[in-house]
């Protein structure tokens, strides 16, 4: 695995443990209900949300903002308490906004980013407390006039958690990922989800839906319907460019370290409403040509950003 396909490794699996973290413990995580409705098999999920990222200087020359908006739908039919399966379909929209001559002297490096994701988590309880996971995934990033074929990734990810107490569970995974202009990886990962105290949750990979990549989030249950969120990770987009653009069919990436708090209410056992803020630290973005050879890379300056998102499960 290089060190450059390691950050691409991270977004799959922040997708892996966003859908897979809350069916391993044994309380629901902030306004999700713990399965379908009573009765019913069946259950449904929304969640979406929207940030903006306030201007950045670049390290060289020129500045840039970016505002995302992100929205996925899911059905799940449970036919027991501890065994599922699931269709997820979400898309995600970022806007760039460059100065004139940023990264690329008199050009605008890339502007709209097109995400599309489409996974199937599956999830089988066993008799002695194991939970195994598998969950395949595919992805398309693109700028807009970018080719579609060019733009495709997959993952394919398994884990096996146990259930420790009613506090803890965690457990095993492997996962294999493809990345743009890059051979297919193979790695390890853990799965884990802590509840510390009554009020105090600590868990991997569960953020809002606007916050991309993985990390870690620290949940206190501040009063009856009102939690406050601590967090940080590891954030990253790498897309397919626009075949008419500066570099016809390139690459872009944007890589940072993001710290937020935020505030959620539960308006219902089903729905939640979250605010969120925070700074992106150690950012950098990075353009290539078609084949993946480097052609611009630089640092930016802490920036900092502001969103809001919802979630809710029928």
Same mark, same amino acid.
């Given at each position: 695995?290089?060190?450059?396909?390691?950050?691409?490794?991270?977004?799959?699996?922040?997708?892996?443990?966003?859908?897979?973290?809350?069916?391993?413990?044994? +309380?629901a995580?902030?306004?999700?209900?713990?399965?379908?409705?009573? /009765?019913?098999?069946?259950?449904?999920?929304?969640?979406?949300?929207?940030?903006h990222?306030?201007?950045? /200087?670049?390290?060289?020359?020129?500045?840039?903002?970016?505002?995302?908006?992100?929205?996925?739908?899911?059905?799940?039919?449970?036919?027991?308490?501890?065994?599922?399966?699931?269709?997820?379909?979400?898309?995600?929209?970022e806007?760039?906004?460059?100065?004139?001559?940023?990264? *690329?002297?008199?050009?605008?490096?890339?502007?709209? *980013?097109?995400?599309?994701?489409?996974?199937?988590?599956?999830?089988?309880?066993?008799?002695?407390?194991?939970?195994? #996971?598998?969950?395949?995934?595919?992805?398309?990033? +693109?700028?807009?006039? +970018?080719?579609?074929? !060019?733009?495709?990734?997959?993952?394919? #990810?398994?884990?096996?958690?146990?259930?420790?107490?009613?506090?803890?569970?965690? &457990?095993?995974?492997?996962?294999?990922?493809?990345?743009?202009?890059?051979?297919?990886?193979?790695?390890?990962?853990?799965?884990?989800?802590?509840?510390?105290?009554?009020?105090?949750?600590?868990?991997? &990979?569960?953020?809002?839906? +606007?916050?991309q990549?993985?990390?870690?989030?620290?949940?206190?249950k501040?009063?009856?319907?009102?939690?406050?969120? #601590?967090?940080?990770?590891?954030g990253?987009?790498?897309?397919?460019? !626009?075949?008419?653009?500066?570099?016809?069919?390139? *690459?872009?990436?944007?890589?940072?370290?993001?710290?937020?708090?935020?505030?959620?209410?539960?308006?219902?056992?089903?729905?939640?409403?979250?605010?969120?803020?925070?700074?992106?630290?150690? /950012?950098?973005?990075?353009?290539?040509?078609r !084949?993946?050879?480097?052609?611009?890379?630089?640092? #930016? !300056?802490?920036?900092?950003?502001?969103?809001?998102?919802?979630?809710?499960?029928?």
């Open positions: 695995m290089t060190g450059r396909s390691f950050p691409s490794l991270l977004l799959h699996l922040f997708l892996f443990l966003q859908l897979i973290l809350p069916m391993t413990a044994g +309380a995580a902030p306004g999700q209900n713990a399965g379908p409705t009573p /009765g019913s098999p069946w259950s449904f999920s929304l969640r979406g949300g929207s940030l990222h306030f201007e950045a /200087g670049l390290e060289e020359r020129g500045d840039f903002n970016v505002s995302r908006f992100v929205i996925q739908g899911g059905a799940e039919y449970a036919p027991g308490s501890r065994r599922s399966i699931a269709l997820t379909a979400g898309y995600g929209f806007q760039y906004d460059f100065a004139a001559g940023s990264l *690329i002297p008199g050009q605008t490096p890339w502007e709209d *980013i097109h995400t599309v994701w489409l996974t199937v988590p599956v999830r089988w309880g066993m008799e002695n407390d194991w939970t195994l #996971f598998v969950l395949p995934s595919l992805r398309w990033s +693109a700028e807009s006039g +970018a080719s579609r074929e !060019d733009a495709l990734t997959g993952g394919l #990810f398994a884990a096996a958690a146990y259930r420790f107490s009613d506090r803890l569970t965690a &457990g095993p995974g492997l996962g294999i990922t493809s990345r743009l202009e890059d051979s297919a990886s193979l790695f390890p990962f853990l799965l884990i989800k802590w509840k510390v105290t009554e009020r105090l949750t600590l868990a991997a &990979g569960e953020g809002s839906a +606007a916050i990549g993985p990390g870690l989030t620290l949940d206190w501040a009063a009856a319907r009102w939690h406050l969120l #601590f967090g940080g990770g590891y990253q987009q790498r897309f397919r460019l !626009d075949d008419r653009g500066p570099v016809p069919g390139g *690459i872009g990436e944007k890589t940072s370290f993001p710290l937020f708090i935020g505030a959620t209410c539960e308006i219902s056992p089903q729905v939640r409403a979250d605010i969120f803020g925070g700074v992106e630290a150690g /950012g950098e973005l990075r353009l290539e040509d !084949d993946g050879r480097l052609m611009a890379e630089e640092d #930016f !300056d802490p920036a900092v950003f502001l969103g809001a998102a919802f979630a809710g499960r029928f």
